[in-house]
């Protein structure tokens, strides 16, 4: 079974700043998706950033961009430019292509963001 | 475009009553499931379905039903409520299997059962 790990309960970043948060996952599979999402204190999710596994290159959105390494297992995501709006729980996901698309989440990071 | 919705928004048991929790998207989407999140467990697969008439269990299965009659609607029941079932309860749903698509959620439903 395919299990994902965030080893950072909390992090906390300055205004304008570059943040990274970690991700690590464990999959016999080698073709998969994996997910950033967004849990503002309004409680919905919303997708940052996705990456296909059999893409090479690192997805980017914006100030949001992440490292893949899949040979690894890991998956952070990389923060430029930090703003207030940013503070929020991230949860890293991973989706098998098993026909399912039911995603399996680590257990978060809350980032602050201090002005 | 209302996207997915859960009905209702807030709600508090007790122990031994039923509930049942709606979720309905007006995307024409096939897949849909039903998460919990707990503190410092992150979200958890309780149930989903990838079609009209059909359901699956996910991780956490136990002390939950669902159904799918019809394709925008999946509701989660509680048959006798339990505290360990307070949680907040996220719906999902997904057009299909595609590597494009991805899941759009509903806002929770946070449940205390006392």
């Not at chain 1, 948060?21 to 950033?49: A, G, H, N």
């Not at chain 2, 699956?56 to 925008?72: H, I, M, T």
């Not at chain 2, 079932?85 to 006392?114: D, H, M």
Request: glycine share 6%.
């Amino acid at each position: 079974a395919q299990t994902v790990t965030q080893s950072q309960p909390e992090m906390s970043v300055q205004e304008a700043e570059t943040v990274t948060l970690s991700c690590t996952y464990d999959t016999s599979e080698s073709d998969y998706y994996l997910f950033w999402y967004k849990q503002p204190p309004s409680r919905q999710m919303i997708l940052v950033i996705r990456q296909e596994a059999y893409k090479q290159q690192n997805a980017t959105e914006n100030r949001f961009s992440v490292n893949f390494q899949k040979a690894a297992k890991s998956f952070s995501l990389k923060i430029s430019d930090s703003q207030l709006g940013d503070a929020a729980m991230y949860f890293c996901a991973y989706r098998s292509t098993d026909n399912t698309d039911k995603l399996i989440f680590g257990t978060g990071t809350r980032l602050q963001v201090f002005p | 475009n209302a996207g997915v919705t859960q009905t209702p928004k807030f709600r508090v048991l007790k122990t031994g009553q039923s509930m049942t929790l709606l979720c309905a998207q007006d995307m024409n989407h096939e897949y849909m499931y039903w998460y919990r999140q707990d503190p410092g467990m992150g979200l958890r697969l309780i149930h989903y379905s990838v079609g009209e008439g059909t359901t699956a269990k996910g991780e956490v299965p136990d002390g939950y039903n669902v159904s799918r009659l019809k394709k925008q609607n999946f509701l989660l029941g509680l048959e006798s409520a339990a505290p360990s079932q307070t949680s907040v309860y996220f719906c999902a749903s997904i057009e299909g299997v595609g590597a494009k698509n991805i899941q759009y959620f509903g806002a929770g439903t946070r449940l205390s059962v006392l």
